[in-house]
């Protein structure tokens, strides 16, 4: 038996996963959690061979999570389910220690497929990403310069480009306004970009938003 916990801070999107893995009769869901905080507790007491991961939360982001899970050699598989187009984010999950990424909007069937792929201990990667992985070996020179960026600077950087105040920014990741406006320093330092109005041409041209 494959034991999961989803972490997903939509609870409509967690029953919709749910939903799909009970037509499995190898995998069970074991726990659920919201966020970050929620998730550290629920591990603690609950059996967890596969975590399903979103990577936009509240607080602390899935790459920080997944971060976290890795630095700290936890024996659980992470399989990241994100909105979040893979072409901007896979490799960047895969980097950072997860097992595969797949697309909330993806095939049902797939989700099922990829849970038991990195149940496994293999990587679960659709055609597109391992295309891109390729390309990414073969022409690492041509990597975008966002690459560099933390998860908390890039979603500062998508945030910003969408059009979001700093405070709104600040209150959705429950942080400051003065870190938010930090990482924007960052981002810009890193990016070479002088203005609010540059990040959003970047983000653009990028395919960020």
Known sequence: MIHVVLCDDHAVVRRGIRDTLS???DIKVTGEAGGYA????????TLCDVLLLDLSMPGRGGLEVLTGLTETDSPIKVLVVSMFPADQYAIRCLRAGAKGYVSK?????????????????????TAEVAQMLADSVAR??????????SERELQTLIKIASGQRLSDIAEELM???KTV???????MEKLG????????????????I
């Open 38 to 45: 929620e998730l550290r507790e629920l591990l603690r007491s």
């Open 181 to 187: 406006s930090v990482y924007r320093t960052r981002v």
């Open 23 to 25: 037509e499995a009769v």
């Open 193 to 208: 970009l002088p203005t609010n109005a540059a990040l959003t041409v970047y983000a653009i041209r990028n395919n960020l």
């Open 105 to 125: 909007a993806g095939d049902p069937d797939e989700l099922i497929s990829a849970t038991r792929t990195v149940a496994q201990g293999r990587k679960y990667v």
């Open 175 to 177: 942080l400051s306004p």
């Open 140 to 149: 690492p020179a041509l990597e975008a310069a966002h690459a560099a960026l």
